[in-house]
Nanobody, 116 residues
Framework: QVQLVESGGGLVQPGGSLRLSCVASGFTFRTYSMSWYRQAAGKERELVAVITVTGGSTNYADSVKGRFTISRDNAKNTVYLQMNSLKPEDTAVYYC?????????WGQGTQVTVSS
């Protein structure tokens, strides 16, 4: 059974940091590219960051470049999103995604709220 389980969300003040984790099971994690998406209330889901199977290449949405860092540990079947200098506009549900060719899986999401 495929599972992607996110954790690490919560309430943080503007300028603060959070680290999201996504633990995968039920598929060969090291062969899937991994991404983080987010969806704010009333908005479409958007791509935040993506990392290749070996972690050798990453890409980010312009809105988070220089503040967020995606990484993965294939030995632990885990992908991370380090989020620094958080802004209120980063408030959203953050989803983990695994993709290989036509196959893709989603986690259940974790809420991140940036507010004073």
């Amino acid at each position: 059974q495929v599972q992607l389980v996110e954790s690490g969300g919560g309430l943080v003040q503007p300028g603060g940091s959070l680290r999201l984790s996504c633990v995968a099971s039920g598929f060969t994690f090291r062969t899937y590219s991994m991404s983080w998406y987010r969806q704010a209330a009333g908005k479409e889901r958007e791509l935040v960051a993506v990392i290749t199977v070996t972690g050798g290449s990453t890409n980010y949405a312009d809105s988070v470049k220089g503040r967020f860092t995606i990484s993965r540990d294939n030995a632990k079947n885990t992908v991370y999103l380090q989020m620094n200098s958080l802004k209120p506009e980063d408030t959203a549900v953050y989803y983990c995604n695994a993709k290989r060719n036509l196959y893709y899986y989603w986690g259940q999401g974790t809420q991140v709220t940036v507010s004073s």
